[in-house]
T-cell receptor, first 113, second 115 residues
Framework: GAGVSQTPSNKVTEKGKYVELRCDPI?????LYWYRQSLGQGPEFLIY????????DSGLPNDRFFAVRPEGSVSTLKIQRTERGDSAMYLC???????????FGPGTRLTVT | AQKVTQAQTEISVVEKEDVTLDCVYE???????LFWYKQPPSGELVFLIR??????QNEISGRYSWNFQKSTSSFNFTITASQVVDSAVYFC????????????FGTGTRLKVLA
């Protein structure tokens, strides 16, 4: 079956602009996670959804970052007033349940110039 | 606090050699999960294994094997008879068994297998 998909695969934006990153999880997976991976580092947790609600957003670095999952499937990570330090690979993962392993998408590489 | 340490930043081996990737973790929880993921040059993280903290049995899957030792808080990964296709960055991760199940990743080990 289809895996986790993320669009766009690459996004280049200017400092100060607004961006949206999209994640389509595996069908039927109720749990969805966003991570951020800087070069040479492991992924770092941003936010977790169980269904439609953000059950844990403790990893969001500041209030410029926001994510939604209105229908319990597709999720969008939104970044306002982007800064050069936001440049990273943004990974989405989904899981069939809260105890299962997570399946990752190919990521969106965000570059802020 | 939870932490995962992968002290080996990069390892190079010649094809057919065996190689072990180290993973040491810290947690105050008595129950937790441990994982290994592979990140090939394409970038997508590929799930390899999940281990429950209650299960210290070692596991073998083809050329891959995992050695989990709670006494030393280690979860090491061995590739036997390495192949060029094994070249990738390998991540060890830890998660809670309740709440969010979010992962805490190590910094990864880059494995280069030379032909």
């Amino acid at each position: 079956g289809a895996g986790v998909s993320q669009t766009p695969s690459n996004k280049v934006t200017e400092k100060g602009k607004y961006v949206e990153l999209r994640c389509d999880p595996i069908s039927g997976h109720t749990a969805l996670y966003w991570y951020r991976q800087s070069l040479g580092q492991g992924p770092e947790f941003l936010i977790y959804f169980q269904g439609t609600g953000a059950a844990d957003d403790s990893g969001l670095p500041n209030d410029r970052f926001f994510a939604v999952r209105p229908e319990g499937s597709v999720s969008t990570l939104k970044i306002q007033r982007t800064e050069r330090g936001d440049s990273a690979m943004y990974l989405c993962a989904s899981s069939p349940g809260t105890s299962g392993e997570q399946y990752f998408g190919p990521g969106t590489r965000l570059t802020v110039t | 606090a939870q932490k995962v340490t992968q002290a080996q930043t990069e390892i190079s081996v010649v094809e057919k050699e065996d190689v072990t990737l180290d993973c040491v973790y810290e947690t105050r929880d008595t129950t937790y999960y441990l994982f290994w993921y592979k990140q090939p040059p394409s970038g997508e993280l590929v799930f390899l294994i999940r281990r429950n903290s209650f299960d210290e049995q070692n596991e073998i899957s083809g050329r891959y094997s995992w050695n989990f030792q709670k006494s030393t808080s280690s979860f090491n990964f061995t590739i036997t008879a390495s192949q060029v296709v094994d070249s990738a960055v390998y991540f060890c991760a830890l998660s809670y068994t309740s709440g969010t199940y979010k992962y805490i990743f190590g910094t990864g080990t880059r494995l280069k297998v030379l032909a």
